[in-house]
């Protein structure tokens, strides 16, 4: 037996002797852990447009149930302790419960918050082009041998804090891994979308190189929007630091390229 290096340690094994298999619309099914070839396991995960992230097959899907990370904005991560007796650092994933080869892993589950875990899971995301699972899971988080599918409701990148650290720059952080998950704040780049009332914002080019902004940020980030005579309806401008930007609208074509939700 190895220990898996994602986030379903305990509540995999604890399903091994009796997985219920979970099925899907379009006959997909899977089971949470399950082993398709020698030494390679699978796990499946849902990311909705908060950015909480949760296992695929949990029947309530709220704030206790999904996986936790930064506890607030602006305050420090939970800390997970590299290399405490009875955990291991993971070679391919870093610090954090054990991987494989390691000893069987202490586990983070869903109420206890653990943003090694978060960090490591998006920050290894892309496309998924493994052969399994593409059409119902179209992102997947490698971390070695070890397969973790995600769909999402929206998109996987989901942002959901404004950081400004110091006189420097500010960033978007997302789906809970505070400044260990963050890109530059491009304002000018916003892009409302008329279509689901929705705000998006450049995210990791693979992860997909758009994200979703999350409903209270895009809210507070509305009141920066100047809309124009003739389109009431979607702004042209934003103002942002004393300045007045032009909004570029080019993520337009790669979001709209993707399934709208």
């Known amino acids: 037996m190895w220990p898996p290096c994602g986030a379903l340690r305990t509540l995999a094994l604890a399903r091994s002797r009796g997985a219920r298999a979970c099925s ?3 006959g997909v099914s899977y089971t949470q852990g ?7 396991r699978e796990y499946f995960y849902y990311v909705d447009h908060q950015g909480q992230l949760f296992l695929d097959d ?5 704030f206790i149930t999904c ?11 939970v800390p997970t302790g590299p290399a405490r007796q009875g955990r291991s650092v993971c070679p391919r994933c870093g610090p954090g419960p054990g991987g494989l080869g390691a000893q069987r892993a202490e586990h983070p589950s869903p109420s206890s918050p653990d943003p090694q875990f978060l960090v490591t899971f998006f920050s290894r995301l892309r496309p998924n082009r493994s052969g399994r699972y593409e059409a119902s899971f179209p992102f997947l988080s490698p971390c070695g041998r070890e397969r973790n599918f995600l769909r999402c409701e929206d998109r996987p990148v989901v942002f959901t804090h404004l950081l400004t650290v110091d ?8 789906c809970g891994g505070g400044e260990a998950l963050a890109v530059p704040f491009e304002p000018a780049r916003l892009l409302p979308l008329a279509a689901n009332g929705r705000l998006y914002h ?5 992860a997909g190189g758009v994200g979703l902004v999350r409903s209270a940020l895009a809210f507070e980030l509305s009141a920066c929007f100047e809309y124009g005579p003739n389109a009431p309806a979607l702004p042209s401008h934003v103002l942002w630091q004393g300045r007045r930007l032009a909004l570029t ?12 939700p």
Do not use: V
Request: no cysteine; aromatic share 4%; charged share 20%.
């Open 24 to 26: 899907m619309d379009g």
């Open 167 to 174: 006189h420097g720059p500010p960033r978007l952080s997302y």
């Open 202 to 206: 450049p995210a990791p080019e693979q």
């Open 58 to 62: 949990s029947k309530m899907k709220n």
């Open 34 to 40: 399950q082993s398709p070839e020698p030494r390679t």
């Open 249 to 260: 609208m080019d993520l337009a074509p790669l979001l709209l390229a993707a399934r709208l």
């Open 67 to 77: 996986f936790k990370g930064q506890p607030r904005m602006g305050s420090p991560a």
